[in-house]
């Protein structure tokens, strides 16, 4: 899982809470003598707010850009990490790292459709979470998990924080969840269960991110491998699936299939697969 240098994301919380939160305007020359930060990694740092649409720089000056106020959260880094047995059977650990945009922030909720709600309630397993202010380099409250049955196919796990988060914080989780028998061995199957042509895990892209990863561990070799990207908005919905256009990283060692993708725009991000024939 890739994450940012304690130097970097001390720059990031400043940059939220100064020129995001409060409206001032810094400068690169001023951030180079508040923080013990390489001029190559600042620039590396401001680069990446830059490109999810957080900052704006004119010339050595940096202001806030005016959709950072669309947003609650920037996540330094997502991984989806799944592993699939010969049967079908999927395990899979959700890891992220995120820090508010603003003061106020009560939980994170991860929404989750299932076959079998009551059945999966019993094999999901949350790690500690884990928040820290490194600005004031101490901890400032608790955090704990809450899972809320939606429907029979429906669940919520949220992640709930007392107090509220503020900006500074960095809050980075985890959790695991087992499905029995939902992946397709063969073409055959793939299309008279799911009438689909590739079997596919995915990503949702909702807020500001720097880093996403989709890790697939594969029983047997794939017959093909492709990473996508589908977007979605609250009046469209689902859209076409179309090439990824963002610096993308589209691996296969080993029967283990891998997508990275560095400063991804809202969407979904697939990677795909279709089973041997």
């Given at each position: 899982?890739?994450?940012?240098?304690?130097?970097?994301?001390?720059?990031?919380?400043?940059?939220?809470?100064?020129?995001?939160?409060?409206?001032?305007?810094?400068?690169?020359?001023?951030?180079?003598?508040?923080?013990?930060?390489?001029?190559?990694?600042?620039?590396?740092?401001?680069?990446?707010?830059?490109?999810?649409?957080?900052?704006?720089?004119?010339?050595?000056?940096?202001?806030?850009?005016?959709?950072?106020?669309?947003?609650?959260?920037?996540?330094?880094?997502?991984?989806?990490?799944?592993?699939?047995?010969?049967?079908?059977?999927?395990?899979?650990?959700?890891?992220?790292?995120?820090?508010?945009?603003?003061?106020?922030?009560?939980?994170?909720?991860h929404e989750s459709n299932r076959f079998d709600v009551e059945r999966f309630a019993k094999v999901v397993r949350e790690n500690k979470i884990?928040?820290?202010?490194?600005?004031?380099?101490?901890?400032?409250?608790?955090?704990?998990?809450?899972?809320?049955?939606?429907?029979?196919?429906?669940?919520?796990?949220?992640?709930?924080?007392?107090p509220p988060l503020i900006v500074g914080e960095f809050v980075k989780y985890s959790f695991y969840t087992w499905d029995e028998g939902i992946?397709?061995?063969?073409?055959?199957?793939?299309?008279?269960?799911?009438?689909?042509?590739?079997?596919?895990?995915?990503?949702?892209?909702?807020?500001?991110?720097?880093?996403?990863?989709?890790?697939?561990?594969?029983?047997?070799?794939?017959?093909?491998?492709?990473?996508?990207?589908?977007?979605?908005?609250?009046?469209?919905?689902?859209?076409?699936?179309?090439?990824?256009?963002?610096?993308?990283?589209?691996?296969?060692?080993?029967?283990?299939?891998?997508?990275?993708?560095?400063?991804?725009?809202?969407?979904?991000?697939?990677?795909?697969?279709?089973?041997?024939?």
């Amino acid at each position: 899982m890739e994450t940012l240098s304690l130097a970097s994301k001390k720059v990031v919380a400043t940059l939220i809470r100064r020129v995001i939160n409060q409206g001032e305007t810094l400068t690169i020359s001023e951030l180079l003598r508040s923080f013990k930060i390489s001029r190559l990694k600042l620039l590396s740092t401001l680069e990446m707010m830059t490109s999810i649409g957080l900052i704006e720089i004119q010339d050595d000056r940096i202001i806030r850009n005016g959709k950072a106020s669309d947003y609650n959260l920037l996540f330094t880094s997502l991984e989806k990490k799944c592993q699939f047995s010969p049967r079908g059977d999927r395990a899979m650990r959700l890891t992220a790292e995120f820090t508010p945009l603003k003061d106020g922030i009560r939980e994170k909720v991860h929404e989750s459709n299932r076959f079998d709600v009551e059945r999966f309630a019993k094999v999901v397993r949350e790690n500690k979470i884990i928040r820290r202010n490194v600005i004031e380099n101490r901890k400032n409250g608790s955090a704990k998990w809450e899972m809320d049955i939606e429907s029979p196919t429906l669940i919520k796990l949220r992640t709930v924080f007392d107090p509220p988060l503020i900006v500074g914080e960095f809050v980075k989780y985890s959790f695991y969840t087992w499905d029995e028998g939902i992946y397709a061995l063969t073409m055959k199957e793939l299309h008279e269960r799911y009438h689909l042509d590739y079997t596919m895990e995915g990503l949702v892209v909702a807020q500001p991110t720097h880093h996403i990863r989709i890790i697939a561990d594969l029983p047997w070799k794939p017959a093909t491998i492709e990473g996508m990207k589908g977007g979605l908005s609250m009046e469209r919905g689902f859209s076409e699936l179309e090439k990824i256009k963002e610096v993308h990283d589209l691996r296969y060692v080993n029967n283990r299939l891998s997508l990275e993708v560095w400063n991804p725009s809202i969407g979904i991000y697939y990677l795909m697969w279709r089973p041997p024939s």
